[in-house]
């Protein structure tokens, strides 16, 4: 049996580019509506209210397994396009009875304007965050980058953007 999160993200797409917003991870979809009542209300999001992209994620699973080779994404940033898929074989985290998550990616400075930065999965531990880590920086590219892992601790149910975004 796998566990799975829900994850909460804001991704619109304006004149100029496509920017997506990571505002948290939850064990419940009323946890998550909760969420996107409080983004709502701040600049930015609520001028693009239909943006609202909810996914879930398995746990513990790490989603760059091969490394990488080259800049990707737009402006060097590559994000899980979705959500993992979900069926019966998976339950949600609620079962685990957390609090919270280990968030773990990797990311580094190409030149000043331009970072490269993958998604690497949630880990229910930092024991298992830590151990992805050291499973990947053996592969291609994240070998050349071995310091720029980033492990973030991270509530759930917990608004992770405390204002809203876009031009003043």
Known sequence: MEYFIYALNHTYTDDSHTDTKFLGFSNSLEDLEELKAKAILMPG??????CFVTDCYILDKIHWNEGFEEVIGEIGRDYIEKGDVIDE?????KELGLNTVFSVSHYYTIHTFLDDERYIGVFSSLEKAEKAIEELKSKPGFKDYQNDFNISELDLAVLLWNSGFGTV
Not at 45 to 50: L, S, T
Not at 89 to 93: A, C, E, G
């Open 45 to 50: 999001f609520r001028d693009y209210p239909d």
């Open 89 to 93: 074989n998976h339950i949600s985290i």
